[in-house]
């Protein structure tokens, strides 16, 4: 039995985007539609058509982008729905399903298709056609020729017969391969499978090849190759439920440890490890605070503790203006009293990928255990790691990534970045540039014209920072180089034409200033 | 096979020029020492200069000398860490040599900042604190006797009231700019260090690789300071 859900990208696209389903939409690669719903396939939109064409014929088609990720993701409960009527089920890929036809149990065969669409429109899947045969080809041909939530059973032992109608264009959703041989099949006059089915068949693997050998057993309902089903995925959840609640999140974190080893156990019972878990916290049922961590390496049960406590802790504090430092008196009490903490892996991967070297890591260890006691004392995304990406100015070259997260949405570095400032990198980098003031021989400020020329020599130049570290008090600039003009994201909006100089004072030291729109300001140092 | 080449092959670390043998009763001797005693790795162009010891601090006053005096540690694969560095440039720490996966950073301790460095000298080998404007002596102490205790090394950018040696530029000039032309190309820079009541020494280094200049480059201080 094959069951089948037309357009499932774009089904799926639109249940994310929480759209109608009965709008028009497209999915799109490459501004190519890949996939159309019926709506906009009655309005002229084909597959393969570029997407201004697409709208020109459907002005309000709504556009989507391809995620094979999200089509398999959306997929996930269908199996599942079929998987609770009959074990086994094999996804062909997205929207195409597979399982042996439920025998004798349902009654007919008919009756066992009546029972799966039934269990999947009351799934809210509403279109959904599927195809009962003795082999999977002829199984889904049957399932492409129903009607919405209809059935075609092709009886058995007449595949053959079946299949003798159609035309060779079906071949066509084999990808390139099968696009190619449906174009020489039609050019050889060759109209229906049962014209291929019928030539000899050593003449047409001459002629075709394997490929077209196994299309012709297929097209004479031969093909017995039958799906290897996949076995349900393990639970690998973990939940603990506190009876009374908990209030404090010394408690939540102390009753918390063993089920964190027990979600750890069973991980590696099943030798995978997991590099990002969500960490659930529900109180009177309801989830209060959710949030996804992700570790460098894999989650170990003292990590996931830990994450719960700074979860626990984050939520309960009164989140104030982004302050990292919170006095240890305030933290301690959560928001609601806390039933239930729950585990659920989000990424997982092959334990012997993250396997430790046979000597261990024994410093590294000791390393991430010190460094959690500090985050303890100052705060989660207090403690950080510098990583390097790609940009233009140096505090954009770099980013701070909380001490036991992974770096995410990282510019590439290996990119030219056109306009970044040459040279030595500065040494110190101000994350809020102090103000600062560049004046030439007549003392007037120095400025940017809208092309980009700087009005006048630099001579003096001072920066007023909130620290006297960041201050640079009147003094001659002895050498200057630049500007380094950049022109960013004006596109939405951006800072206007801004321009950097290299300024060494006199002093002996020298600065990165940057001259924007607004006035200069002092952004790194060199020394 | 494998035995032959693992008996061949030197370990990590070793200096194959020399006796595996030596080294190797070298490395123990240095574990059997007081851990405050170990040598700790330091950049080819300051280790004659000043010799970093574990249990001991440094006073800098720049942000370069401090890249510098944590870059040889990470270069040999040991743990940093920066405290207080709100500043922090990792790409110039990473043309310095420092491991930037081994780094771990601090920028804002605020008035936890004590126990933040004292609990990073436990685990790290060099801990970069730039302290707030004022420690008293007997704050100096507490971290002093935890460092006695660990084998780290600690590096204070700013004031401290007692430091096994102060490093600090005395003067420094830039080539390669010249009034909106060209770009900065290298610092040199005379840093001079004071070790207790000993003489203080001057050496030149080019940044931004913390290269020493060789002395018949140099002229000598005695006559700079007879001519200004």
């Known amino acids: ?527 | 096979m494998s035995s032959a080449s693992a008996v061949t092959a030197p370990g990590p670390g070793l200096d194959p020029a020399r006796s595996v043998v030596e080294q190797l009763r070298e490395r123990v001797a240095a574990m059997e020492r007081r851990p405050a005693l170990q040598p700790v790795p330091t950049l080819p162009g300051i280790a004659d200069l000043v010799p970093l010891h574990a249990g001991a601090t440094y006073a800098v006053d720049s942000a370069s000398l401090a890249l510098a005096l944590a870059a040889g540690a990470s270069r040999a694969g040991e743990w940093v860490g920066f405290a207080g560095c709100s500043d922090f440039g990792a790409e110039a720490a990473a043309e310095l040599g420092i491991e930037l996966s081994r780094t771990v950073l601090v920028p804002d301790p605020g008035e936890h900042w004590l126990e933040v460095t004292a609990a990073l000298v436990d685990v790290l080998r060099v801990v970069v604190l730039r302290p707030p404007a004022s420690v008293d002596e007997r704050t100096a102490g507490i971290l002093d006797s935890r460092l006695r205790t660990r084998s780290a090394v600690l590096v204070v950018h700013g004031s401290w009231p007692r430091a096994e040696a102060r490093l600090s530029v005395e003067e420094s000039s830039w080539s390669g700019p010249v009034s909106g032309t060209g770009r900065l190309v290298e610092r040199r820079s005379r840093v001079v260090v004071h070790r207790g009541a000993r003489p203080p020494r001057r050496a030149d280094l080019t940044w931004p690789e913390a290269h020493r200049v060789r002395p018949d480059e140099v002229e000598a201080p005695v006559a700079r300071r007879a001519s200004g």
């Open chain 1, 1 to 527: 039995m094959v069951v089948w859900c037309p357009d499932w990208s774009v089904v799926a696209a639109l249940e994310e985007a929480g759209r109608s389903s009965r709008s028009p939409a497209a999915v799109l690669a490459a501004n190519v539609v890949e996939v159309c719903n019926g709506p906009a396939r009655s309005e002229g939109v084909r597959r393969g058509q570029r997407r201004r064409d697409a709208q020109a014929r459907c002005p309000e088609l709504v556009l989507l982008p391809a995620s094979p990720d999200r089509d398999a993701r959306a997929f996930e409960p269908v199996l599942a729905v079929v998987e609770d009527l009959r074990p086994g089920v094999a996804a062909l890929r997205p929207g195409l399903l597979a399982v042996r036809a439920p025998g004798s149990w349902y009654g007919t065969e008919t009756d066992a298709a009546a029972t799966v669409c039934q269990a999947l429109v009351e799934g809210e899947v509403w279109d959904v056609r599927i195809g009962i045969a003795d082999d999977l080809f002829t199984a889904e041909q049957a399932a492409r020729t129903a009607e919405v939530q209809q059935w075609v059973v092709v009886p058995e032992g007449g595949s053959a017969a079946f299949l003798r109608g159609l035309p060779v264009r079906v071949l066509a959703d084999d990808g390139p391969r099968g696009r190619e041989l449906v174009g020489l099949l039609q050019r050889l006059g060759l109209r229906t499978l049962g014209d291929l089915a019928d030539l000899p068949a050593d003449a047409v693997e001459q002629r075709l090849g394997a490929h077209g050998a196994a299309v012709r057993r297929r097209a004479r309902g031969e093909d017995r190759t039958l799906f290897a089903a996949r076995t349900p995925p393990p639970e690998l959840d973990v939940a603990v439920s506190f009876e009374p609640a908990l209030a404090s999140v010394e408690a939540i974190t102390f009753s918390v440890r063993t089920t964190a080893e027990r979600f750890v156990d069973q991980l590696a019972h099943h030798q995978l490890v997991a590099t990002g878990v969500r960490v659930e916290a529900e109180s009177d049922g309801v989830v209060c605070s959710s949030r996804t961590w992700l570790h460098p390496r894999h989650f170990g049960a003292r990590d996931l503790v830990d994450r719960v406590h700074w979860q626990l802790q984050s939520a309960g504090s009164t989140s104030g203006a982004g302050s990292s430092l919170r006095a240890r008196k305030d933290t301690g009490r959560v928001h609601a009293p806390v039933d239930r903490v729950r585990f659920v892996p989000e990424l997982v991967e092959p334990a012997a990928a993250h396997g430790e070297a046979l000597w261990g890591s024994a410093s590294d260890d000791l390393v991430e255990r010190g460094v959690a006691r500090v985050q303890g004392m100052v705060g989660f995304d207090a403690v950080q790691r510098p990583v390097l990406q790609g940009g233009r100015s140096p505090a954009a070259r770099q980013a701070l990534v909380p001490w036991g997260e992974r770096a995410v949405d990282l510019r590439p570095v290996d990119r030219p970045w056109p306009g970044r400032v040459p040279g030595p990198a500065p040494v110190r980098v101000f994350a809020t540039p102090p103000q600062a003031e560049v004046v030439d021989d007549a003392g007037r400020d120095v400025r940017l014209t809208e092309r980009g020329v700087v009005t006048g020599e630099l001579r003096r130049f001072r920066a007023r920072g909130a620290s006297p570290e960041q201050s640079v008090p009147w003094q001659p600039v002895s050498a200057w180089a630049g500007p380094w003009p950049v022109d960013e994201a004006w596109w939405t909006g951006g800072a206007g034409p801004t321009a950097r100089f290299q300024v060494v004072g006199a002093d002996g030291r020298a600065w990165l200033l940057v001259r924007s729109p607004e006035g200069w300001a002092l952004e790194a140092g060199y020394d």
